[in-house]
Nanobody, 125 residues
Framework: QVLLAESGGGSVQAGGSLRLSCTTS????????MAWFRQAPGKEREGVAA????????TYADSVKGRFTTSKDNSKNPLYLQMTNVKPEDTAMYYC??????????????????WGQGTQVTVSS
């Protein structure tokens, strides 16, 4: 059983920065994908960023390219989402997810098997 736990959410003003963390336990696979998703009230869950464990190649949604960076140094370290120059439209519940390895990790929610409980990010203008 893979367990995920996000932290680091909070309130920030537009233009500011925030770093989210996702700790994992129970991971037995050597290679996998991990990703960040977000969901705002009344909207569908949106893939934000993904990274694979073998090559650390990253995938980003167009809406966050150049502003958000995801990283994970090795299997023991948390998954991070560094958010910079945040905008009010970044306001959402942010989730981390874990799924099977792909050379280019997907931003589709149905490709991921395990999910954290989420951490709220609120950006004020």
């Amino acid at each position: 059983q893979v367990l995920l736990a996000e932290s680091g959410g909070g309130s920030v003003q537009a233009g500011g920065s925030l770093r989210l963390s996702c700790t994992t336990s129970g991971v037995t696979y050597m290679n996998y994908c991990m990703a960040w998703f977000r969901q705002a009230p009344g909207k569908e869950r949106e893939g934000v960023a993904a990274i694979n464990s073998k090559y650390f190649s990253r995938t980003y949604a167009d809406s966050v390219k150049g502003r958000f960076t995801t990283s994970k140094d090795n299997s023991k370290n948390p998954l991070y989402l560094q958010m910079t120059n945040v905008k009010p439209e970044d306001t959402a519940m942010y989730y981390c997810a874990h799924g099977p390895y792909e050379r280019t990790c997907s931003l589709a929610a149905d490709q991921y098997n395990y999910w954290g409980q989420g951490t709220q990010v609120t950006v004020s203008s």
